[in-house]
DNA sequence: CAAAACTGACTGACCGGTCAGTAATGTAGC
DNA sequence: GCTACATTACTGACCGGTCAGTCAGTTTTG
């Protein structure tokens, strides 16, 4: 058995246990605040091994965003492409697959970090904007598309909607990074997600 | 006229123009990202004269924080108990008020602020969950239950409704002190919070 | 023993915080 | 009104600690 053992040579693996630490930190404390030497110590390296990877602690940080949300994306996607029920049906499969793959995980830290940094990496920010944010949103608008040509939503504002279905399962990520480990707290977040879903749902209806 | 010339000694505006300044900065860069020296340049002192009314840049940071906030929530208050229609108006007009009075403010940058620097200040997370979240929660419970009472809503899960009204506008502001600086478009708030306001009065209501 | 992975002491820039000094204002005496 | 002195708001050069980034040297592996 040598697979964490410490002082060995790991080069294969280093890269990932790297970045997890450093999300763990960014989220944590932000990116200012996060020591690249605390980055190392978590991730069982010393702060020059970090270099051998990353360039520079900016680097280390467009890596932690950018390997972090693309796989749960294109999950989402296939899932869209794939499902054969009803609108309302899909909606709810979407927030909750959403859920367990990224709200529940470290992953669930990433829009966090996004807000409180896209004032100071605005590339990172465009980027972020253009590859994880518009592609969600378009996803969204197909589900809203097909639930109002089968009668089953009513035709409300469709960009406002895709906000509004968003904005809950956000915050609930948000929250959990932020306020909840200062002991703030919060209950069942499959409570919280099941009530947005039937209120959501009800007031998309359209009522016969 | 000589209000606002250089070089003129104004004890008395200093402490709001240095915490208007300080609140720009930490909501744009974070608050270990903001030099003191570009807090006190914005607000047309020196650094020097920062100290000679906050003791640190965490006593500053908390003075910020907390004058920002509470005269907004005084507001809702008085709103609530002189309150005379329906529930469902007045729900309305709580989040109307709360727009033009905080989100469409800079003081709509401290909820950014403070999800983002809660892990480096658990006291003041503290601080704001019990003076600020905590309040505003039990604001929105009492409306609640006077619609519910009233039979205007249905009796869902309280606590987590209140999340669910709280998230939308929350991102509505987040979002304007995050992404929207750096061009990542955004629609017209006020047509975000009424589909926001019409799918939750639908979705709360009970059905006839 | 050669190459590759890794280490940690070191450096230099940066910034929070200090304080001796400066300039504006107040005031008293003329 | 003007001058002399006291008070107080304000300044900015400086100090010391911190941390991103470097690199000469050490350890592991083939």
């Known amino acids: 058995m040598s697979t964490s053992d410490s002082r060995q040579r790991r080069k294969q693996a280093r890269p990932a246990e790297l970045m997890a630490a450093a999300l763990d930190h960014f ?9 690249l030497e605390d980055v190392a110590t978590q991730a069982g390296v010393s702060k ?5 990877y990353f360039g520079s602690k900016e ?15 294109e999950e989402g996607e296939t899932l869209l492409s794939q499902h054969q029920g009803d609108a ?4 709810q499969a979407l927030v909750l697959r959403w859920w367990a793959m990224v709200g529940s995980t470290p992953l669930g830290g990433i829009p966090k970090l996004m ?7 605005p590339e990172v920010a465009q980027y972020y904007y253009e590859q994880v944010i518009v592609r969600i949103r378009s996803l969204l608008r197909r589900v809203l598309q097909r639930g109002i040509e089968a009668g089953e939503f009513r035709p409300l504002d469709m960009e406002s909607c895709i906000d509004v279905i ?5 915050m609930l990520a ?4 932020s306020l909840v480990p200062q002991g ?11 009530t947005h879903l039937e209120l959501l749902l009800n007031g998309l209806s359209v009522r016969e």
């Open 27 to 35: 989220v944590q404390r932000g990116f200012a605040a996060t020591r």
């Open 48 to 52: 020059g091994t970090l270099y051998l």
């Open 59 to 73: 680097m280390l940080f467009k890596a932690v965003i950018q390997q972090g949300i693309l796989p749960a994306l």
């Open 88 to 91: 309302r049906s899909l909606l």
């Open 115 to 121: 807000i409180a940094e896209a004032g100071n990496f």
């Open 166 to 170: 968003l904005a809950p399962p956000l």
């Open 174 to 177: 948000i929250w959990r990074y």
């Open 184 to 194: 703030c707290g919060k209950q069942d977040p499959e409570t919280y997600l099941n």
